[in-house]
């Protein structure tokens, strides 16, 4: 049953297997009890789905009681125990709390680096951990640092760029867009051959090209992905950030290209759900409420979409760490102020 859920998560299809995974922790505490180490790895396993759910408090409490099992049991410098430290702060950081999962990512490679040497998958690994993390904070140069450091190694190490995707988005970040976007077209290429069209990770893909073309303002050309994107998150039963990401690419390139009606309609459904969700999550409400500004002023909705935007300015004055999109925010403020 465990292994079946797990094959259900790599497949993508989270609710069927956190619905397995339930069972087998419920069966592993009633049998095994809840230190033992089996139910422990279901307690993560499960927590794992969860975040990919976008149940991201649900599963941050249970990688808490993880994280403090293992340290208890095992020790703070076991590798489960690291992992488990890992797993934290990646859940951490998908939920805006960026400072905080830093200072575990910085430990994690600390250690990593320390027991298993700096060439060890699993410090590569961590190493691109922390990237992710110093991009979230908006210290671009560092993270394409590190990112590249990780392509060089994984690429000398394993043959392979497995980390190809996390350097073109802080490629992406810094502007350097036509770099970025021959880097994920090998991705989407890569993905698509090796995972299908509807896999998660390369419905990921394809809205990163989108996103691309988008910042490059190629925005006919951007749109067929747009359209294959909403095709492919139209059939996936995957409702997480990720999801109102992808349609949040979707409606900026669709009010871009004329098919306004459509791009209000995406946009309200990504308020609906993201305010119903994930309204704590002080920079992710800003980039889906300046969204919707941007929709809003491409109908010529002006007094609207400067109500979105100042909305957006008050959770980036709030998130504190996103000193690009408040410049830019009131940029649009005073733009649409006056027309």
């Given at each position: 049953m465990s292994s079946l859920a797990v094959t259900l998560n790599s497949l993508g299809r989270y609710e069927?297997?956190?619905?397995?995974?339930?069972?087998?922790?419920?069966?592993?505490?009633?049998i095994l009890g809840e230190n033992h180490p089996d139910t422990i790895s279901s307690m993560n396993s499960l927590a794992t789905t969860l975040n990919n759910l976008g149940k991201y408090e649900e599963s941050l409490e249970l990688k808490k009681q993880v994280l403090e099992k293992r340290t208890e049991i095992l020790g703070e410098n076991h590798p489960d125990t690291i992992s488990a430290m890992s797993s934290l702060a990646t859940t951490l950081n998908d939920l805006g709390k960026y400072e905080e999962s830093l200072e575990l990512k910085k430990q994690v490679l600390e250690k990593r680096t320390e027991i298993l040497g700096e060439n060890h998958p699993d410090t590569i690994r961590a190493m691109n951990n922390l990237a992710v993390t110093l991009?979230?904070?908006?210290?671009?140069?560092?993270?394409?640092?590190l990112r590249k450091q990780v392509l060089e190694k994984r690429t000398e190490i394993l043959g392979e760029n497995q980390s190809m995707s996390s350097l073109a988005t802080t490629l992406n970040d810094l502007?350097?867009?036509?770099?970025?976007?021959t880097l994920r077209k090998q991705v989407l290429e890569k993905r698509t051959e090796i995972l299908g069209e509807n896999h998660p990770d390369t419905i990921g893909a394809v809205n990163k090209v989108a996103w691309t073309y988008y910042c490059m303002g190629k925005f006919q050309e951007g749109l067929p992905y747009a359209e294959k994107l909403l095709t492919l998150v139209e059939k996936s039963d995957t409702h997480n950030k990720n999801r109102l990401t992808r349609l949040d690419t979707i409606a900026l390139l669709f009010a871009e290209t004329g098919k306004i009606e459509q791009a209000l309609q995406i946009a309200?459904?990504?308020?609906?759900?993201?305010?119903?969700?994930?309204?704590?999550?002080s920079d992710f409400m800003g980039n889906r409420y300046k969204t919707m500004g941007i929709v809003l002023a491409k109908a010529e909705k002006y007094n609207e979409a400067v109500t979105y935007f100042n909305k957006a300015l008050e959770r980036y004055n709030k998130s504190g760490v996103?000193?690009?999109?408040i410049d830019e925010c009131k940029i649009l403020i005073e733009k649409y102020e006056q027309m």
């Open positions: 069927e297997s956190l619905s397995l995974k339930k069972q087998v922790l419920e069966k592993r505490t009633e991009n979230s904070l908006g210290r671009y140069e560092e993270s394409l640092t502007g350097r867009y036509e770099d970025s976007l309200e459904e990504i308020i609906s759900e993201s305010e119903n969700q994930y309204y704590d999550i996103k000193s690009k999109e």
